[in-house]
């Protein structure tokens, strides 16, 4: 199980949001670059990256700040946020991320993530966000009637090889996982998949990790870094490089 740390940028700057609000931020940062330093320290081996204001645009905003980032640091990176194009994840790809997570198109426009997984084998994976047992799209502003299940199938069907798994209720919470839907997305799935949202201490990877289901690729963690309530470096070693 890898662990990825989260770096969420809005206006330039490294920043959390509760359950998705963009009215309910906490700025950790005025320089996401030094988080992406500090975290590949740490031992990290991939770091996950949001432009948030590009999902809310629906366009890539902070990228200058993501190629800095990319050019710093030697780890991989990847990316989500406001990806709606083929020339979006060009350029993403071009600057070295090693994967980018197509969300809110994943569920608008098919077209456009058939071409991607085709002109992109192996660097595009999907954001599933759950909010109030529905999925959430467009920044996590709008909810969807599509069901868990009938979106897995459908993605199984495309071939998608991994998706990112977030519970929009738990997400800067620090109130533990979502188990019963991780559990739900484990008991419909064949996809290799990421938890995110809610992480809260070693006693939830400790959780994850004993599901011992080799369909859990990794978990994303976010304010449970930024709170100090992980020990990042530590965890890695615990989870992570373990024999």
Request: aromatic fraction near 6%; include cysteine.
């Amino acid at each position: 199980m890898i662990l990825i740390p989260a770096i969420d940028i809005k206006d330039k700057k490294c920043v959390r949001l509760f359950k998705g609000d963009f009215t309910q931020q906490k700025v950790y940062s005025e320089n996401p670059v030094d988080m992406a330093i500090k975290w590949e320290k740490c031992g990290a081996q991939l770091i996950h990256l949001v432009d948030l204001d590009g999902a809310l645009e629906g366009e890539s905003v902070n990228f200058e700040v993501i190629k800095e980032i990319s050019s710093t640091v030697g780890c991989e990176i990847q990316i989500g946020g406001g990806i709606r194009n083929v020339k979006t994840i060009e350029s993403y790809i071009k600057i070295g991320a090693s994967r980018v997570i197509i969300g809110t198109s994943a569920f608008t426009d098919e077209d456009f993530l058939d071409e991607a997984c085709k002109a992109f084998p192996g660097k595009i994976a999907v954001g599933l966000d759950i909010k109030d047992n529905k999925i959430a799209i467009k920044g996590w502003n709008t909810k969807i009637d599509t069901k868990l299940y009938e979106a897995i199938k459908k993605f199984e069907d495309k071939g998608i090889e991994l998706i990112v798994l977030t519970s929009v209720d738990r997400d800067g919470t620090l109130e533990g996982f979502n188990k019963n839907l991780v559990l739900e997305y484990l008991e419909n799935s064949t996809i290799p998949m990421i938890v995110s949202g809610g992480i809260r201490d070693h006693k939830d990877l400790e959780q994850i990790n004993s599901l011992n289901n080799k369909l859990i690729y990794g978990t994303i963690l976010g304010k449970s870094l930024y709170e100090n309530r992980i020990d990042l470096k530590q965890c890695i070693t615990d989870y992570q490089n373990v024999s």
